[in-house]
């Protein structure tokens, strides 16, 4: 390690700071709790030279209500921040004439996990495992991935891309466990995994990174969707099929590509029999009721809700095993060649052991059919008001057309692998469909209030639905 610095920020001070700051990182999962402490629980040093240092950080928050939470906090320490580290600072600083940022968005913090890889090596606690076969060279240069997520994505010299992640649940992360089975099976349908990075936290290995390959010639399928909506939406008069980017060819070759996950999912990790109204619809109505006492609109449709969720249990048992979990069009990328998979977390807000537990593809399936909804809606959303979301215009009725359209077309892209039609189970399809549009709802409450009519509109159509 290099000269020490001249300060060092005590840890009370950084505690404080960080109960000031968490609550409005994009990845901080406990919005609408209130932080009573932050407790640092791994403070590790990376490097120090004379005014510049960074350290690893794992903290407790705790809150006035509810279990504590662990967040992966890397920081950096300048005497002087430069103009671009300035938003990411930690409110008032200057504790020991040094000022503490968000690390992950300094290149040379970012640069000094990458040298970490290339040694193939971790650093204290922080231990780096590579995958067997796996050489990265050294001197990648870092930055931050874009707009931050529920996690904090850094590019490593163009080639690998390095997932931090910022809620770390003690134990396996399912992003690292679900790449390395379908890397161990062969799939082309995921990016490359490299490396992973864990410590033990509480006496339990956990997962705190992940490393894959860069995919840097891929767009993201929210982003090609809505190319094809705003072109819709620009030329009402014309059928999505009329369009010069209609989207439905992806959408079949994407339904493939999962089919083809959820198959090789099946064979690495196993699948069994389920019975849908013990589990699955049981956990729904559980769903719906914590989601109720936030989102208070939930309340009017709840009945109706229900009474679907209770026509899947007419299916008697379904087929579970691991599946990605949160499928939408932001998880799918279109490389050259295909549709690769990403972000195999599931979903946030659950626990890691929900996370893990075996499921029906079809919440996959019903995951993708909400996001065509998003994509055909959202652009509305934007500009009319929520009230009159579900006027009939020109507009509306294309973006519904357009939904519709490549719903269908994905399901059949589904069926041309799996042999079955996801829509053959359609009661149970339209539950995990009103289950995933009352999460999301919860979600549009704490993160984007504005959009929280998107999946209202969805409730209420697909409650509408003739058994
Ligand atoms: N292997 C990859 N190559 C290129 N871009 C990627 C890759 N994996 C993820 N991305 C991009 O990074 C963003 C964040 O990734 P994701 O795994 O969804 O993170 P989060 O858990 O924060 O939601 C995605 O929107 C995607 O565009
Ligand atoms: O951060 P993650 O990608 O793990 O997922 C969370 O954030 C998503 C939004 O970024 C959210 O997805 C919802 O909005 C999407 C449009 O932005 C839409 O395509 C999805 O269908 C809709 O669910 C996701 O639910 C949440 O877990």
């Known amino acids: 390690m290099n000269e020490p610095t001249s300060g060092r920020i005590p840890d009370e001070t950084l505690e404080r700071q960080l109960v000031r700051w968490l609550p409005d990182r994009r990845w901080f ?6 932080i009573s402490a932050v407790r640092i629980l791994l403070r590790h040093e990376l490097t120090s030279v004379f005014g510049f240092s960074a350290e690893h950080l794992l903290v407790s928050v705790e809150f006035e209500a509810g279990p504590a939470q662990v967040y992966q906090v890397p920081l950096g320490f300048r005497s002087h921040l ?3 580290l300035e938003p990411w600072a ?55 991935l874009g707009a931050e997520q529920s996690n904090t994505s850094v590019v490593l010299g163009e080639k690998l891309l390095m997932k931090i992640f910022r809620l770390v649940t003690p134990g396996v992360n399912p992003d690292v466990e679900l790449h390395l089975a379908l890397a161990g099976a062969g799939s082309e349908y995921v ?64 339904g493939a590509a999962v089919a083809e996950v959820h198959s090789t999912l099946a064979r690495a990790l196993g ?41 899947a249990e007419a299916l008697g048992a379904t087929a579970v095993q691991r599946i990605h979990g949160d499928l939408h069009l932001g998880q799918v990328l279109r490389t050259p060649e295909r549709w690769l998979l990403i972000d195999f977390e599931g979903e946030p807000a659950k626990t890691l052991d929900e996370r893990r537990e075996r499921d029906s593809p079809l919440r996959d399936v019903a995951g993708m059919l909400r996001s065509f909804d998003y994509a055909a809606h959202h652009l509305l959303a934007d500009s009319v008001p929520m009230g009159a979301m579900g006027a009939a215009s020109q507009r509306d009725f294309r973006a519904r057309e357009w939904a519709q359209r490549n719903a269908d077309a994905f399901c059949e892209g589904y069926a041309s692998v799996s042999g079955t039609d996801p829509r053959e189970a359609a009661a149970l399809l339209r539950a995990y469909e009103l289950d995933k549009a009352v999460y999301e709802t919860v979600y549009e409450a704490r993160n984007r209030p504005q959009w929280i009519g998107l999946p209202l509109s969805a409730i209420r159509r697909l409650t509408a639905a003739p058994r």
């Open 271 to 311: 699948a069994e029999e389920r019975q849908v109204a013990s589990t699955t619809v049981e956990a729904m109505n559980r769903r719906l009721d914590a989601a109720t006492a936030i989102v208070p609109e939930l309340g009017e449709v709840a009945a109706a809700v229900r009474d679907k969720f209770a026509e």
């Open 29 to 34: 999962a406990a919005k609408g709790n209130t």
């Open 191 to 254: 990016a490359t995994l490299r490396a992973w990075m864990e410590t033990d936290v509480a006496g339990i290995l956990t997962t705190l990174a992940m490393v894959q390959d860069f995919e840097a010639n891929s767009a993201d399928g929210w982003s090609m969707a809505l190319g094809s909506v705003r072109d819709l939406l620009i030329e009402a008069d014309l059928h999505a099929a009329e369009l010069g980017t209609d989207f439905a060819g992806e959408s079949h070759r994407m």
């Open 90 to 144: 930690l409110p008032d600083g200057d504790g020991n004439g040094m000022i503490a940022y968000d690390g992950l968005h300094d290149a040379e913090v970012i640069t000094l996990y990458a040298d970490l890889l290339a040694e193939a090596q971790g650093s204290g606690p922080v231990q780096l495992k590579t995958v067997p076969g796996t050489v990265i060279e050294p001197g990648l240069r870092g930055r931050t």
């Open 82 to 84: 430069p103009e671009d």
